[in-house]
């Protein structure tokens, strides 16, 4: 490497020198006249060292998270890993996959073999959760970093009218929104049930709960009629919720009824369950304007 600095070179040099002298006369670099320096050399390293240590006693080092995805799944690398000749890396589940045992980044037709040196690196990355700051204590392995913050119940939630930036718990969220919004919203105790009234064109109303949780009733319109669903306002992911709601829908001859879990969500962004919800047709209502519907929502 091209070195311009002439300050440094000299000084190299006096050290090669004085190492080449300390030789000559048996003594260690450390010993002798340049014991001084060595010694600062060391002491330099060591505060080097420790300044680029982190608590955990690892090194902390910044890595492009796509460069350690599998370049199939494109999802975060899981030992036990696999490798074509070429040095393309792969998860076991899917190179046991492909067909013909051929890598599809370069076409070779060969078996993939096991890369223990880049599965070392993996097993030994460790992050804290990225919201440590909000109270999660969790030291997690590199695969388990993306999955985790997915579900963290400690990641901040997200007011859910527009244009409101507010973020917080879910009992902040809930004592924000009644202080600032609570205009736009129907009360309701769980396992008791209750009226509710909404446009056709209304994306979702707001439903704050007796123990300070926020739902939302969620109505995606469309061509044929309007979902309805309901949201929790929470983090822990979408499944596994612990709530069941339960919707109906009349009109002068029958009824349409949903029973279901309600799903999680953070920041509520626009997208709608896909696959469970009341689908109510678009002239099932007398109302060409409102929906009207009865909702019960229990807590597990
Ligand atoms: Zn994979
Ligand atoms: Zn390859
Ligand atoms: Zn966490
Ligand atoms: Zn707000």
Redesign the pocket.
Known sequence: MARFSFGEEEEEENEMESRANNKRKGQSPTEGGNQNKSQKSAGDAEQLRSGIEDKMGGISVTIDPDALDCFICCEPLRPPLYQCVNGHVACRACSIKLPQNKCPNCSQAIDFTRCRFLEKIIESIKSP?C?SEHG?N?TLSYPEIFS??ET?V??PCFCPIPKCTFSGTPEKISTHFRSHHESSAIDFQYGKQFKASLAKSEPYIVLPSENGLLFLLLNDKHDKGNNLSVACIRPGGSTGSDFVYELMVSNAESSLQLKASAINVRKWEGVYPSKVFLLVPQNFCSSYVDIVLNVCIKSG
């Open positions: 959760c919201y999660c969790k985790h913050q963290c400690h990641a």
